[in-house]
């Protein structure tokens, strides 16, 4: 499974916007996306050993309840030394260590983050809208140039179709996309079973 990312509106608690770059070298690790999507579906600081068993029952596709504890302990460990001071530097979490806990900042509640998940034979939207400008193109020229099959329909109806199937392809990556952000479904979208 491969996955792209999208990033929408982020700045840190500084008011200052988070760079491209910074946002996508946060989010390059797997470990830290489920981090951030725990953070976004909590409503108050989360301790991290709580977080540590969310993210250990995701990586092992098992539920929190069958998390053991030497797997959930190497998880901790990891992110207490590596994932949550960089997520903390780049003031995306406030990291209490004398209470042990973690909550997201302003600027991770308002960072909008779509990760497409793709499994096997799927294709990218962003590949889908190119071969669908190029199907309308071919029939507007089939149309345009008389080809046999073609030459009864009016460029009118070329407008139609390629209306038409912008829009409801349109509609659909809206709703797919609703499922793919971080932080909106129990599971990370990664991990989500496309059926």
């Known amino acids: 499974m491969s996955s792209d990312l999208a990033v929408v509106n982020g700045s840190n608690s500084n008011g200052r916007e988070l760079s491209e770059d910074e946002i996508f070298e946060v989010l390059s690790n797997r470990r830290r996306r489920f981090v951030i999507h725990a953070l976004k579906r909590a409503e108050e600081p989360i301790e991290v050993s709580e977080l540590s068993t969310h993210v250990t029952a995701w990586e092992l596709d098992v539920e929190p309840e069958a998390v053991e504890y030497e797997d959930r302990r190497n998880v901790y460990s990891t992110l207490q030394r590596t994932h949550l001071p960089k ?75 390629t209306a038409t199937a912008f829009g409801v392809s349109s509609v659909v990556h809206h709703v797919v996309g609703r499922r793919a952000r971080l932080g909106d479904t129990e599971k990370p979208p990664e991990l989500r079973k496309i059926e």
């Open 87 to 161: 997520l903390e530097e780049k003031d995306v979490v406030d990291l209490d260590e004398e209470e042990n806990v973690v909550e997201a900042t302003h600027a991770l509640r308002n960072l909008d983050i779509y990760i497409e998940a793709l499994e096997g034979r799927e294709i990218p939207w962003s590949l889908y809208y190119v071969g669908l400008a190029g199907v309308a193109l071919a029939l507007l020229l089939a149309v345009a140039t008389g080809v046999p099959g073609f030459a009864s329909f009016e460029s009118l109806d070329v407008g139609v179709f």
